[in-house]
């Protein structure tokens, strides 16, 4: 019986591998139909009976703003084209942040984000965890930086149901994603933490003091000559 259930379980295992290793070269090409976070999203909208207009239109790379793609990076994640995945030195710094107790800090790259958003669910279970970080070594390795980056911007939340830049554009600025000011990026970047709360549009004195931090971030990353080197030489062959 124990071999047996070995034996099984090795399969699924495999077919697992196998078949996350297939979707996620599908989406190295075509654009991600929709995300697990919009599925939970719609879900959860039935069970609190407050029916949801889910928002995304998806945008190639060229048509969003550069100045969004630098602000995103220079908000959540400025080592972006150095790591491979996870930012060791901030996870570190955040476990030790929140052993002192206080506001819990995360520490997840954008590449995490994308690997939680598009194939997981919410949540802080160890098994969640595991799986992000299959899920984000695996887009690390078949990915390109510029397809992770795209791909995050046409999926990450930016109020209930608003998903991706085209349609946070559009809600909070009545324009679209490649027409956004460098203003208009370091807000929508500012409230990423939380954007079901905080509103580019509408921005708090602290999201204001956020975005302004945001675009000297940009102007130190070197503006829109940081996105020239994501693709560099540096990463393996076949994620170039």
């Known amino acids: 019986m124990l071999r047996l259930f070995l034996r099984r379980f090795t399969k699924a295992l495999l077919w697992f591998a196998g078949g996350s290793v297939v979707l996620v070269l599908i989406f190295r090409v075509v654009p991600p139909p929709g995300t697990a976070l919009m599925v939970e999203r719609k879900v959860e909208s039935w069970f609190d009976g407050e029916p949801i207009d889910l928002q995304r239109t998806w945008q190639p790379w060229d048509q969003i703003s550069d100045d969004l793609k630098v602000a995103v990076i220079a908000g959540e994640d400025q080592k972006f084209s150095e790591h491979w995945g996870f930012d060791f030195g901030a996870i570190q710094a955040a476990f030790a942040h929140n052993e002192r107790g206080g506001s819990i800090r995360g520490a997840s790259t954008l590449s995490q984000q994308v690997s939680k958003n598009l194939f997981l669910w919410s949540g802080r279970s160890w098994l969640r965890k595991g799986l992000e970080a299959w899920f984000t070594g695996l887009i690390e390795v078949l990915w390109p930086k510029q397809r992770i980056l ?74 829109d000559s940081y996105l020239v080197g994501l693709n560099d030489s540096r990463r393996a062959p076949w994620a170039q």
């Not at 999926?155 to 460098?182: K, M, P, Q, Y």
């Not at 500012?190 to 004195?205: D, F, G, Q, Y």
Request: aromatic share 10%.
């Open 150 to 223: 795209e791909v995050y911007l046409n999926s990450v939340e930016w109020d209930d149901g608003v998903f991706g830049a085209e349609a946070a554009a559009r809600h909070h600025f009545g324009v679209g994603a490649r027409s956004l000011s460098r203003q208009q990026a370091s807000l929508l970047a500012a409230v990423l933490p939380n954007p079901r709360v905080w509103s580019a549009s509408h921005p708090t004195n602290y999201v204001a003091r956020r975005a302004g931090w945001i675009r000297q971030q940009m102007s130190q990353l070197g503006g």
